[in-house]
């Protein structure tokens, strides 16, 4: 069984950065993209970054392009979303998954708890 274990979201002001990580348990982190998703409150889950198995491909929603930073270290089975220059409208539920980098939720078959994120205007 797979677990997915978010870590690392709070509570920042407007322009501030997060740097949230997803552990991944199994030996086999390094053979499958990963992505984020976040979902604010009464709102559907969005996609928000992607990368490949090697880490050599990312993909980004457009609200979070230049902003946002994807990466991942297949040593420490660990994915990472550097979040800088934070809006209020970054708020949400964050939630890692595995299986894909692209931006359709059903492509991907195992997902972390969440870890929230709350930007103060």
């Known amino acids: 069984q797979v677990q997915l274990v978010e870590s690392g979201g709070g509570l920042v002001q407007a322009g501030g950065s997060l740097r949230l990580s997803c552990a991944a348990s199994?030996?086999?982190?390094?053979?499958?993209?990963m992505g984020w998703f976040r979902q604010a409150p009464g709102k559907e889950r969005e996609f928000v970054a992607g990368?490949?198995?090697?880490?050599?491909?990312?993909n980004y929603a457009d609200s979070v392009k230049g902003r946002f930073a994807i990466s991942r270290d297949n040593a420490k089975s660990t994915v990472y979303l550097q979040m800088n220059s934070l809006k209020p409208e970054d708020t949400a539920v964050y939630y890692c998954?595995?299986?894909?980098?692209?931006?359709?939720?059903?492509?991907?078959?195992?997902w972390g708890q969440g870890t929230q994120v709350t930007v103060s205007s």
């Open positions: 990368i490949n198995w090697s880490g050599a491909f990312t």
């Open positions: 998954a595995r299986g894909s980098m692209l931006t359709r939720a059903r492509q991907y078959d195992y």
């Open positions: 199994g030996r086999t982190f390094s053979n499958y993209d």
